[in-house]
């Protein structure tokens, strides 16, 4: 409520993350859409779907802008709604090395809802792209309210970060075969 004549005050609306229920409808099943293609939702009925729909955020960044920076406290994680972003590292020397282009449907920064450890790359936009948010506060919240969805959720999480600790261990395992047989000395 408005204080000071009162009527009742519409919500502020936030310039950098909108609720999605403001939007139009179809923005609605445009979320439900993109959550559907990312394997953390992927064994999720429609109606776990939609507690989810309500805690996420959207926003959209132009082309060039930064989504987070390297060094910077993780919050949340991100899926690619519409768009493309670039995980870049930057050297010593400020030049920006691009690790990973990601586009549709594809997700990054998810180690955030985990805990509060700096964010070990930055992420730009690589063109205007809108992205859609789900930061740890909200998720603890549904962890209290419907524990056994948060916990569904996370267990998604882990199975998922295991795997990719599974290929980066591959990828390590090749690369140090690949200086052996070059005979470089480490």
Known sequence: MNRENGAPRTATKNPLWGNIFRRKSNTAEDVLSTLRQVPLFSNMNDSELREFEKLIHQRHFKAGETIFWEGEPGVGMYIIQHGAVAICKHSRNDVRETLVR???????????????????????????????????????????????????????????????LKQTNTEIQNLRAQLERSEVVL
């Open 102 to 164: 990601l586009h549709d449907g594809e997700f990054f920064g998810e180690l955030a809802l985990l805990d509060e450890s700096p964010r070990s790359a930055s992420a730009i936009a690589e063109e205007n792209s809108r992205i859609i948010g789900l930061f740890r506060p909200d998720l603890f919240g549904l962890l209290e309210r419907k524990p056994r969805l948060g916990n569904k959720f996370l267990f998604q999480l882990a199975l998922i970060i295991g795997e990719r």
